[in-house]
């Protein structure tokens, strides 16, 4: 018991709490991306990486047009590192611990696909080149990932939030800017010049 909750601690418990996975669920894992991987990564424009070190854990939402990660081989795929805020948080924990997790996304579908292996950060300027934007807006860098599980989940978590349902999309107007956000966090700042800046980048500069 912590605080009055139970607690579970160890894997034996975990594993009592739960019915024992399916055999299917176990055979679908794979160590390669396949004919169907493939096509739906070229679909995907929006994925999350979780990657991991020392200071902590941390997940983090990458978006550009379908194809935008790069699948080299079976085994190998590229994703490009946009503009951002700078924190520079994945990459930097990729290079104290390289194992990251993927979770790429296709509106519409409701199944996802998951993709585990190991990155590391590449500069190489015709790797970066094979990347750019219209041709001409080239990232810093990229990520080479090594492939080491891939496995789609089956569609219920889309399906119980009714992800892609346009009458559950949420009004402009139900949630603050980003800027009157980071004024209430932030003492002294200007919440009108951040959303104008904002509404300018969302709509013109998004590289």
Same mark, same amino acid.
């Given at each position: 018991?912590?605080?009055?909750?139970?607690?579970?601690?160890?894997?034996?418990?975990?594993?009592?709490?739960?019915?024992?996975?399916?055999?299917?669920?176990?055979? *679908?894992?794979?160590?390669?991306? %396949? @004919?169907?991987?493939?096509?739906?990564? &070229?679909?995907?424009?929006?994925?999350?990486? /979780? =990657?991991?070190?020392?200071?902590?854990?941390?997940?983090?939402?990458?978006?550009?047009?379908?194809?935008?990660?790069?699948?080299?081989?079976?085994?190998?795929?590229?994703?490009?590192?946009?503009?951002?805020?700078?924190?520079?948080?994945?990459?930097?924990?990729?290079?104290?611990?390289?194992?990251?997790?993927?979770?790429?996304?296709?509106?519409?579908?409701?199944?996802?696909?998951?993709?585990?292996? *190991?990155?590391?950060?590449?500069? %190489? @300027?015709?790797?970066?080149?094979?990347? &750019?934007?219209?041709?001409?807006?080239?990232? /810093? =860098?990229?990520?080479?990932?090594?492939?080491?599980?891939?496995?789609?989940?089956?569609?219920?978590?889309?399906?119980?939030?009714?992800?892609?349902?346009?009458?559950?999309?949420?009004?402009?107007?139900?949630?603050?800017?980003?800027?009157?956000?980071?004024?209430?966090?932030?003492?002294?700042?200007?919440?009108?010049?951040?959303?104008?800046?904002?509404?300018?980048?969302?709509?013109?500069?998004?590289?």
């Amino acid at each position: 018991m912590s605080d009055g909750i139970s607690v579970i601690t160890d894997t034996t418990a975990l594993r009592q709490t739960y019915e024992p996975p399916v055999e299917m669920a176990r055979k *679908k894992v794979l160590d390669y991306l %396949d @004919p169907h991987a493939r096509r739906f990564i &070229a679909m995907s424009p929006f994925l999350t990486i /979780a =990657s991991t070190s020392a200071a902590g854990t941390d997940c983090s939402p990458r978006g550009d047009e379908p194809g935008f990660v790069q699948v080299v081989d079976d085994r190998t795929m590229l994703l490009p590192d946009r503009r951002g805020n700078n924190l520079l948080d994945t990459m930097q924990n990729v290079l104290e611990h390289p194992q990251i997790g993927l979770l790429f996304l296709v509106p519409g579908l409701n199944e996802t696909l998951r993709v585990n292996g *190991k990155a590391k950060i590449v500069t %190489d @300027p015709v790797v970066l080149q094979s990347m &750019a934007i219209k041709g001409k807006i080239v990232p /810093a =860098s990229a990520m080479q990932i090594a492939v080491e599980q891939v496995y789609f989940h089956c569609g219920r978590a889309i399906l119980r939030a009714d992800l892609w349902n346009p009458e559950k999309k949420v009004a402009r107007e139900d949630f603050p800017m980003l800027g009157t956000v980071l004024a209430d966090q932030i003492k002294g700042f200007d919440a009108d010049a951040a959303n104008k800046r904002l509404e300018v980048a969302y709509t013109t500069n998004l590289y």
